[in-house]
């Protein structure tokens, strides 16, 4: 199969067996654990559903559609325990954010109970503030959870081109994407070793 550098193409079946040389995907060093991954590529003509945002519909459903009809992989990759907690990087800062948003909206509910003064609005401008920083934490929040399950679409971690299978193919093929060099030689290597012979016994 043809490969770059830092790519490599394998089968659908190759990734969810995982079917791969003990060599960690991102540094190149002996892998010491495994982690899964689930790859998601959308077909060209689900780029038509970001025309929803032009009649206001925005991303709450664009996005999903695109997810719907999007072409999937999944399988485990061999990695090393420090590129194993690189990636949940992602999620971990979810978590935080995602508990300091319940805590400003705490606050923001306990402003708006306060008895309201003319002559003082503060705790009503606290409460505007607090809920507002809020809804953009959990906003953000939100998009690094998804970036946490879909391990595939963080920047710094391996990626994938799920294709769309052809006529007469016994498979899909997907293309492996920022991978150390040592990961895909290795890789390589694997996928021209001939078939192991059966002995036969009488």
């Given at each position: 199969?043809?490969?770059?550098?830092?790519?490599?193409?394998?089968?659908?079946?190759?990734?969810a067996?995982?079917?791969?040389?003990?060599?960690?995907?991102?540094?190149?060093?002996?892998?010491?654990?495994?982690?899964?991954?689930?790859?998601?590529?959308?077909?060209?003509?689900?780029?038509?559903?970001l025309?929803?945002?032009?009649?206001g519909?925005?991303?709450?459903?664009?996005?999903?559609?695109?997810?719907l009809?999007?072409?999937?992989?999944?399988?485990?990759?061999?990695?090393?325990?420090?590129?194993?907690?690189?990636?949940?990087?992602?999620?971990?800062?979810?978590?935080?954010?995602l508990?300091?948003?319940?805590?400003?909206?705490?606050?923001?509910?306990?402003a708006f109970?306060?008895?309201?003064?003319?002559?003082?609005?503060?705790?009503?401008?606290?409460?505007?503030?607090s809920?507002n920083?809020?809804l953009v934490a959990?906003?953000?929040?939100?998009?690094?959870?998804?970036l946490?399950?879909?391990?595939?679409?963080?920047?710094?971690?391996?990626?994938?081109?799920v294709?769309?299978?052809l006529?007469?193919?016994p498979?899909?093929?997907?293309?492996?994407?920022?991978?150390?060099?040592?990961?895909?030689?290795?890789?390589?290597?694997?996928?021209?070793?001939?078939?192991?012979?059966?002995?036969?016994?009488?």
């Amino acid at each position: 199969m043809v490969s770059r550098q830092d790519r490599v193409t394998v089968w659908a079946s190759q990734l969810a067996s995982n079917d791969f040389p003990a060599v960690c995907a991102m540094t190149g060093a002996p892998a010491e654990t495994w982690r899964k991954f689930r790859f998601a590529t959308p077909p060209w003509w689900a780029l038509s559903f970001l025309l929803l945002i032009c009649v206001g519909i925005g991303f709450v459903v664009s996005i999903p559609l695109a997810y719907l009809v999007a072409r999937r992989a999944s399988g485990r990759l061999p990695l090393t325990h420090r590129s194993k907690r690189r990636l949940e990087l992602p999620m971990r800062a979810a978590i935080v954010i995602l508990a300091l948003c319940a805590l400003v909206w705490i606050i923001a509910v306990i402003a708006f109970t306060r008895p309201y003064d003319p002559a003082s609005p503060t705790p009503q401008l606290i409460g505007l503030v607090s809920f507002n920083l809020g809804l953009v934490a959990f906003v953000f929040g939100a998009v690094l959870v998804q970036l946490g399950l879909q391990l595939g679409r963080i920047p710094f971690g391996p990626g994938a081109i799920v294709m769309r299978q052809l006529p007469g193919q016994p498979d899909r093929q997907v293309e492996l994407i920022r991978l150390h060099p040592a990961f895909v030689a290795a890789v390589q290597q694997m996928q021209s070793a001939p078939p192991p012979q059966s002995i036969e016994t009488n």
